[in-house]
């Protein structure tokens, strides 16, 4: 089992920035694919970006296309956290984050995932 912990979360303006953690414990090295998904409120959750740590200090990474060039996930293997470094957030950004890992490299890039965080809210005002 992986337990996944979201944080870092909150209220930013439009063009600001957020950074995401997600701490993961328990049998994290199971779990090469790890990715983050949003869900706004009426809308069906949605993926992100996702990162595929193929050993050593190499990586794979895939981005929606909406987030490609302002959000950038990493991978801090030591401490077993997941980054999601948002910049440039737009009120269209406003979502709970969601925290996923999978066991399978079969699920990249987009899942499925097997487990998941209990997510944390990001709004931006305009």
């Known amino acids: 089992q992986v337990q996944l912990v979201e944080s870092g979360g909150g209220l930013v303006q439009a063009g600001g920035s957020l950074r995401l953690s997600c701490a993961a414990s328990g049998r994290t090295f199971s779990t090469p694919i790890m990715g983050w998904f949003r869900q706004a409120p009426g809308k069906e959750r949605e993926f992100v970006a996702t990162?595929?740590?193929?050993?050593?200090?190499?990586?794979?990474?895939n981005y929606a296309d909406s987030v490609k060039g302002r959000f950038t996930i990493s991978r801090d293997n030591v401490k077993n956290t997941v980054y999601l470094q948002m910049n440039s957030l737009a009120p269209e950004d406003t979502a709970v984050y969601y925290c996923?890992?999978?066991?399978?490299?079969?699920?990249?890039?987009?899942?499925?995932?097997?487990?998941w965080g209990q997510g944390t809210q990001v709004t931006v005002s305009s």
């Open positions: 990162l595929w740590w193929t050993g050593a200090s190499t990586s794979s990474t």
């Open positions: 996923a890992a999978a066991g399978s490299v079969r699920s990249w890039p987009r899942g499925p995932y097997d487990y």
